[in-house]
């Protein structure tokens, strides 16, 4: 029967087979727990506790760049070299939610065709949501959940434009930037405050013309800035679609696993970045829930439109509901 | 903070070309609020199964408009089937002749969408039966 059927799985089946589903190495398990957590279901937290300490193993590798680069298509070239080393890889590909309707098309599948069905993978992919700053939590929650599962090597495949990309690449170990020739100077991806969370330089599409000077481009850029006495990264010429270039970059990958930046205070800022992100999506959830039952946001709202009172006044006023957030929470 | 959302696979089953429909469905059901996931040309039925299972999408969509979607659509049914993943909601479009329809509808397909559907019905269909 394929009909109303799922409604009665989804409530029958219990976090816990779940779990242990995962831990059993069932793919549908492990889909099933990134939908739950990805939805916040209830419960999430207390499936992600006991799977943080399964994890721990995998690698987190971020690919950004702007769009068109070739991330998919680089995602899927590297991802088989990985698997051909004896990897087995999870793949998180970010698209983004229409802000609109809230909906999303999700077709980063369609680049990655040499891979979807290597049973060494696992390709999950997921959209931005527009939650504040959840997606950085989001694709974090669900790369240690592939970890739990036991793969080696998640790749975290962002969409590709503006400051999320930098929050979403603090959930990896290692961030490679895509830069392609022909886009103005080469390096407009750059200027967001990308440079300083890149470990890896590629430039793709490599076979085009103006590739070399991207490469120009972006050393002399490296040359003038200060990298805190870490070594350069390095900067790869690729081109995933004809696969040049890939043993050399997923090389660089693997030595950046080992010497990487992951195990100085990289990894404490991190973790603190992390705590932070929770509890501030916590008590921004419980005020939401609060003032949408009291009504008490609505009328804020009202007063500031009719010019009695101003932003400012409100959130003093409404101050009082954080600190018992804050109470509740150490209650629980 | 409950944030779900309905996921909808949608993909081209078979060697036909004619992405156009595949890809006007996927515009408008991402429009009507869900996610969706579209794997492209000449997808393998393993392989749409396969992704359905990795994304746990809701509902796969099957487009085919060569001529195929009896014996395709039996195969997309029979991977479900012995991946124990019969409660995925599935549904076809294309090219189907008004006789075959019946014996898709026995295969345990939920929905059959011939040419002049809207996209609105489509989705509110998909509402309905997931929501169920």
Request: with cysteine; hydrophobic share 40%.
């Amino acid at each position: 029967m394929y009909k109303g059927a799922r409604v009665e799985t989804i409530v029958s089946i219990s976090w816990e087979t779940l779990l242990d589903g995962v831990k059993k190495g069932n793919v549908r398990s492990l889909a099933r727990i990134i939908t739950l957590v990805e939805n916040r279901e209830p419960g999430w937290k207390d499936a992600m506790k006991s799977l943080y300490p399964l994890g721990g193993k995998a690698k987190i590798v971020g690919i950004t760049g702007s769009p068109g680069a070739g991330k998919s298509t680089l995602t899927n070239a590297v991802a088989r070299d990985f698997v051909a080393r004896g990897y087995t890889v999870g793949i998180i590909a970010v698209d983004p939610s229409s802000p609109f309707s809230g909906g999303a098309l999700l077709g980063d599948r369609l680049r990655m065709r040499d891979v979807v069905t290597l049973p060494e993978i696992f390709i999950r992919s997921m959209a931005t949501r527009g939650a504040l700053g959840g997606l950085c939590q989001g694709a974090r929650d669900i790369a240690r959940i592939l970890d739990a599962f036991g793969k080696d090597v998640v790749i975290i495949e962002t969409v590709g434009v503006g400051q999320d990309e930098v929050e979403v690449v603090k959930a990896a170990d290692l961030v490679m930037v895509v830069c392609v020739p022909g886009q103005g100077d080469g390096i407009q991806a750059l200027k967001a405050g990308i440079m300083e969370i890149a470990d890896l330089y590629v430039v793709n599409k490599a076979d085009r013309e103006g590739a070399d000077e991207v490469v120009a481009d972006i050393g002399g850029m490296l040359d003038i800035s200060d990298n805190g006495g870490r070594p350069q990264p390095p900067v790869i010429k690729t081109s995933a679609l004809a696969n040049q270039g890939i043993t050399e970059l997923v090389d660089a990958l693997v030595q950046g696993f080992e010497s990487g930046r992951n195990a100085d205070s990289w990894q404490a800022q991190r973790v603190k970045e992390e705590i932070l992100t929770l509890v501030e999506t916590e008590i921004l959830d419980y005020l939401r829930e609060n003032w949408e039952r009291t009504g008490d946001l609505d009328k804020a709202v009202e007063g500031i439109l009719e010019k009695q009172t101003d932003p400012y006044s409100v959130v003093d006023s409404l101050l009082p509901l954080i600190r018992e957030a804050s109470r509740s929470k150490e209650t629980t | 903070m409950n944030n779900k959302k309905i996921r909808v696979l949608i993909a081209k089953p078979g060697l036909d070309g004619h992405e156009r429909g595949a890809r006007i469905i996927a515009y408008g059901l991402r429009d009507a609020g869900f996610e969706v996931i579209y794997t492209g040309l000449r997808q393998s039925p393993e392989q749409i199964v396969s992704a359905a299972l990795q994304e746990d999408v809701d509902v796969i969509g099957l487009s085919i408009l060569s001529g195929a979607h009896l014996s395709l659509t039996k195969k997309v049914v029979d991977q479900l089937k012995s991946n124990d993943a019969e409660d995925i909601l599935l549904v076809v479009g294309g090219v189907v002749p008004e006789q075959d329809v019946a014996s898709l509808k026995e295969m345990g397909v939920a929905g059959v969408f011939t040419a002049g559907t809207s996209v609105s019905q489509v989705a509110q269909f998909i509402s309905e039966q997931v929501n169920a």
